[in-house]
């Protein structure tokens, strides 16, 4: 997913706009963790691209549905708060 929004940006956001962002693979789970270990640093804006909670994707994907059970949804919905 990352190489696909760096590409975006590269197609479509200009080049002294594209140098104002900062695109990472940080876990937001973990950033309390990550953050102690770094100098920290302020953001004007945050994406997240964070798990879905939605089923909507099993009726496309067989092999996502003999793997799916309802402590899967309740997690990701943990996740999202």
């Known amino acids: 997913r990352r190489s696909k929004l760096l590409k975006v940006m590269k197609d479509f ?10 695109v990472t693979g940080y876990d937001a789970t ?4 990550t953050a102690r270990g770094m100098h920290l640093r302020a953001f004007d804006a ?7 909670s939605s089923e909507r994707h099993l009726l ?22």
Request: aromatic letters at 10%; one cysteine or more; glycine letters at 0%.
């Open 13 to 22: 956001v200009p080049y002294d706009y594209r140098n104002l962002v900062n």
């Open 30 to 33: 973990q950033w309390r963790k």
């Open 46 to 52: 945050v994406l997240v691209d964070a798990p879905c």
């Open 60 to 81: 496309h994907d067989p092999q996502e549905m003999a793997t799916w059970t309802p402590k899967r949804t309740k997690q990701n919905a943990k996740r999202q708060l």
